[in-house]
């Protein structure tokens, strides 16, 4: 039997937090259970908001709180040529459109149909779907489009994606079972944009096979996008990691935390002087305990 692979992957857009602490410890945790691995993805796919500062200072926090992890740590922005290999083979079976919407045309658009009492499909984070007749246009209209030179970002036709799988998906959840995936809910899916050659749901997808992870413990917050996950596993090929979503930590104003308020961030939880022992004592949970099962 193969022994685990779990990864922690933090994006160094801001302060690491409370939250960020819970997971990768109980990343930590499930990997020395298990006999297993733990692997540091760092994602900086977003290379203005996520400064080398950033990823200094987060490495830093990770070695204070006691994490340890194998080297060498894959760094998203050093591998953008594996993640645009990865969309060419999506493109070649035509999965892929140019859609040239802008955000505010989107919000025009989504506003002006919310505004006929039907509102327009949101998907499962809340954002409206893409709403572009890009990929029924004209051979000709395509074409003018594509030599206007604006900007455009790159869409999984998320309808042939899943004709192309053409059976329905699941994944299997710790504790839950078998979850059914529904990807279609989440619309034509950004993959990559004309600037930026990739997507958070292309380069995790693509990275979790490359560093052979077998175990995705990451917050609740990802639930939803694992349908689009186990969709492009299944076009791309790519093996099936177990999944376990664990809860997220909460604000004292019962909210998520977020990387720009400053209290739980660990820098400052440090500077007033709590140690990483009482970190781990302040995010011990006995659900957390149960962490994935080997299989
Ligand atoms: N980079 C993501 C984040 O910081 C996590 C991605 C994942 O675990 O799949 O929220």
Redesign the pocket.
Known sequence: MNLPVYRF???PNGHLHLG?AYSAILNQRAAQKYGGKLLLRV?DIDTIRCTPQLQADMLEDLHWLGIQWEEPVRKQSEHFEDYQCTLHKLEERSLVYKAYLTRAQIKRFVAQQDATGTPWPRDPDGAPLYPGDDKVLSAQDQQERQNSDAPYALRLNMEKAIAAVGQPLRWQEARTGKIQADPAAWGDVVLARKDTPTS?HLS?VVDDALQGITH?L??T??YH?TSVHRLLQTLLNLPEPLYEHHHLIMGADGRKLAKSAKDTSLRELRASGVTPAQIREMLSNPASEQTTARS
């Open positions: 992957a933090p994006s960020h994602e958070y995790v995705i990451r917050g917050d990802l996008a």
